[in-house]
């Protein structure tokens, strides 16, 4: 079975009771072909997944997914600090087990790098996961902060 | 094993107060959002609104039992068209 070590950078905008928050997040999922599709499991965030009959229909069922779970999200939060925990608890709470297949998919696409094709760039350099929440304020607004999210495959250095 | 098959939702909430008694299930916009033993899976898909009684593929029902640490014997046992290797973490 190929597995296909995902990483993901995407910023969502979060209307909560009373608050507007921003979501960054520079995530990994694994990717898994499968006879009937592709399937893909978070590392981080954990909590999630989604497949499809593509690579394409599987990522966007993940992230139809991880957008609605934080809307989710919102609506169980009172305040900006309880979503702003609650997003953070929800990223970092992992699956056993997920960060090492994870692993062993990227040493997997370093050693043979052509398995992946051209579907999506390969990094070789890639930061640790993170997760940024803020609460955005309609003064500080600027439309830099817009951003189409962002998909590569890791691959270790060799 | 494909995680494209579905088991029905209601097999789903047997399976769970079987092996993770005590569980909370909350129902969100989204997404059912299931908490045991301080772990918390907000994955779990509702359904039509109106209907809630969905058929749920076993990708996600694999990743719940993983994620909230069930018993693979248990689930097996209740949920028998999930094979207990396919639990393993290690995979």
Redesign the interface.
Known sequence: MTSYPILFGVRDPVIGPGFLAGVAVNGRCLMREEPDGFWIDGVNPGAVCAGGASRDEALLKFRESYRGILYDCAALCDTFEAFKQEVERFFWEMTPGEAEAWERAVQELRANPAAAGDWLPIRQNYGEPSVEVVCLEQESLEPDSNAVGQLELAAAAA | M???GTVHLSKIWKMLKKCADGYKA?E????W?VEYRG?????LPIGRRGSNTPEV?L??VK??I??L?LDPDCVHRHLPQIPKNWL????
Request: aromatic share 8%; charged share 40%.
């Open positions: 494909s995680s494209f909350i969100l916009a989204h997404k959002r772990r918390t899976f907000p994955d593929e990708g996600v990743k719940m993983r994620h640490q393993d973490n290690d995979r």
